[in-house]
T-cell receptor, first 112, second 115 residues
């Protein structure tokens, strides 16, 4: 399938530190990438997006970096807070399709 | 809150039964997409509806079907349930055809358990 593994990779960070979550995407023709945050018992929540003609985009406390050469996407969260604890997914869309292809996901744990 | 609601929140069925899951999109959103999320995995695209017609389908068998209604509500129907259908089912709505720069807003999901 498009997702593998039952055990999500986990990133543990101390409150106040910066977090970097990485994602390798699958389709070199994908045009649009999105990061979603999913808290326990909730649906995915949009965080930030980036088009393939960009390599960096900043939001409030978050930055997304796109490296098309190696098909790599990262999400940087500045001054990580306990409320940032969640599972983070990257997703890609190719402009010829309308479906989101989600990555495996990374669990972010923030400790005091 | 995304303005997208789903019902029921939890559901238990037995193998071979049929189930209908419901979604209410944001008002004005013409597109609804359905996803299946197995435990510990990312959501997988089932299909999408635009203005009441199917507009794309993932790798799911025909026993997964859907309907979209003019009042921004939609249904996911699954026939002949199998144990592997146990998952969180998510719907997501967007203003137009989801794709470039069309943000999809997800509901909280329906947790289905098949025994």
């Amino acid at each position: 399938g498009e997702n593998v593994g039952l055990h999500l990779p986990t990133l543990s960070v101390q409150e106040g530190d910066n977090s970097i979550i990485n994602c390798a995407y699958s389709n070199s023709a994908s045009d649009y990438f999105i990061w979603y945050k999913q808290e326990s018992g909730k649906g995915p929540q949009f965080i930030i997006d980036i088009r393939s003609n960009m390599d960096k985009r900043q939001g409030q406390r978050v930055t997304v970096l796109l490296n098309k050469t190696v098909k790599h996407l990262s999400l940087q969260i500045a001054a990580t807070q306990p409320g940032d604890s969640a599972v983070y997914f990257c997703a890609e869309i190719h402009y010829n399709t309308d479906k989101l292809i989600f990555g495996t996901g990374t669990r972010l744990q923030v400790f005091p | 809150e995304t303005g997208v609601t789903q019902s029921p929140t939890h559901l238990i069925k037995t193998r071979g039964q049929q189930v209908t899951l419901r979604c209410s999109s944001q008002s004005g959103h013409n597109t609804v997409s359905w996803y299946q999320q197995a435990l510990g995995q990312g959501p997988q695209f089932i299909f999408q509806y635009y203005r009441e017609e199917e507009n794309g389908r993932g790798n799911f068998p025909p026993r997964f079907s859907g309907l979209q209604f003019p009042n921004y509500s939609s249904e996911l129907n699954v026939n002949a349930l199998e144990l592997d259908d146990s998952a969180l089912y998510l719907c997501a709505s967007s203003l137009g055809l989801a794709g470039i720069e069309e943000t999809q807003y997800f509901g909280p999901g329906t947790r289905l358990l098949v025994l």
